[in-house]
T-cell receptor, first 114, second 113 residues
Framework: DSGVTQTPKHLITATGQRVTLRCSPRSGDLSVYWYQQSLDQGLQFLIQYYNGEERAKGNILERFSAQQFPDLHSELNLSSLELGDSALYFC?????????????FGPGTRLTVT | GESVGLHLPTLSVQEGDNSIINCAYSNSASDYFIWYKQESGKGPQFIIDIRSNMDKRQGQRVTVLLNKTVKHLSLQIAATQPGDSAVYFCAENRSEGAQKLVFGQGTRLTINP
């Protein structure tokens, strides 16, 4: 158990819909990261937040957005969903902003768009 | 373009043998490299990391080697066990002032009894 929790574990929704994925980092970790894992794209970094502020952006679509709240939990919002958005979405956390900080991954949310 | 790639997508070894998983990276400015293990149905799990100012680092049954000249990273697992069966990813950190990991496609390691 990494200490990172994600909800829900599974999510099935239709195209065009909007969903929110939730992540609670390990106690004391200020950095939260979101990743998407699909069969054809592998594990892709989406975005990093540190203590409530966005700090790094990866291959995140404009239809996707994220935020980190004062209690440090984070949410990833996916809107206008397409079939290709079906994937595993992982949240990770670390204690540091940058450099060599081990990231601890949550169990993931499996999103299926039908 | 950005790429962190693996030489072999699958690797099968006999239980008790040593295994070596390779990874090539493209950005010579990357300063931090990590190996993750992902078991079926779980999130990636940190195995070992290495900074660019090192060429070797050892952990428990695992060793990571970094060759910056040819931009190559390898993970050696000694005396493999059935529990080592998983997909292994290398990742590099490319962003100063933040942590933006770029992952390779992964190698599936299968341990044969």
């Amino acid at each position: 158990d990494s200490g990172v929790t994600q909800t829900p574990k599974h999510l099935i929704t239709a195209t065009g819909q909007r969903v929110t994925l939730r992540c609670s980092p390990r106690s004391g970790d200020l950095s939260v990261y979101w990743y998407q894992q699909s069969l054809d794209q592998g594990l892709q970094f989406l975005i990093q937040y540190y203590n409530g502020e966005e700090r790094a952006k990866g291959n995140i679509l404009e239809r996707f957005s994220a935020q980190q709240f004062p209690d440090l939990h984070s949410e990833l919002n996916l809107s206008s969903l397409e079939l290709g958005d079906s994937a595993l979405y992982f949240c990770a956390s670390s204690g540091a902003l940058a450099g060599g900080a081990e990231q601890y991954f949550g169990p993931g949310t499996r999103l299926t768009v039908t | 373009g950005e790429s962190v790639g693996l030489h072999l997508p699958t690797l099968s070894v006999q239980e008790g043998d040593n295994s070596i998983i390779n990874c090539a990276y493209s950005n010579s400015a990357s300063d931090y490299f990590i190996w993750y293990k992902q078991e079926s149905g779980k999130g990636p799990q940190f195995i070992i990391d290495i900074r660019s100012n090192m060429d070797k680092r050892q952990g428990q049954r695992v060793t990571v080697l970094l060759n910056k000249t040819v931009k190559h990273l390898s993970l050696q697992i000694a005396a493999t066990q059935p529990g080592d069966s998983a997909v292994y990813f290398c990742a590099e950190n490319r962003s100063e002032g933040a942590q933006k990991l770029v992952f390779g496609q992964g190698t599936r390691l299968t341990i044969n009894p």
